[in-house]
């Protein structure tokens, strides 16, 4: 049974950063493609962001692009989000998510396994 444990949300002001960690077991983390998504109150799971088993591929949501940047480590079972100039509209909890591919996708219904989530607020 795969378990993702994500780390790294909290309490930060607009224009701030945060970096947002998953960690991946027991399972051999380079045969999983990684993704993030994000849920607001009130609204639905949206994607964020997600990387490729090599880290060859990467994108973005529209919103995060050029703010945020997902980065894997196969060594220590490790994705990351970096988050820059965070702003209020990025309050929410944020899933990590993992898919048995090379390449991800972009709904959260492909993905088999997800984190407990972590909270991100973003005070204006």
């Known amino acids: 049974q795969v378990q993702l444990v994500e780390s790294g949300g909290g309490l930060v002001q607009a224009g701030g950063s945060l970096r947002l960690s998953c960690t991946l077991s027991p399972r051999t983390f380079s045969n999983f493609a990684m993704a993030w998504f994000r849920q607001a109150p009130g609204k639905e799971r949206e994607f964020v962001s997600a990387i490729s088993w090599s880290s060859d591929a990467a994108d973005y949501a529209d919103s995060v692009k050029g703010r945020f940047i997902i980065s894997r480590d196969n060594a220590k079972n490790t994705v990351y989000l970096q988050m820059n100039s965070l702003t209020p509209e990025d309050t929410a909890n944020y899933y990590c998510?993992?898919?048995?591919?090379?390449?991800?996708?972009?709904?959260?219904?492909?993905?088999?396994?997800w984190g407990q989530g972590t909270r991100v607020t973003v005070s204006s």
């Open positions: 998510a993992a898919v048995e591919n090379d390449y991800y996708y972009y709904t959260a219904r492909e993905y088999d396994y």
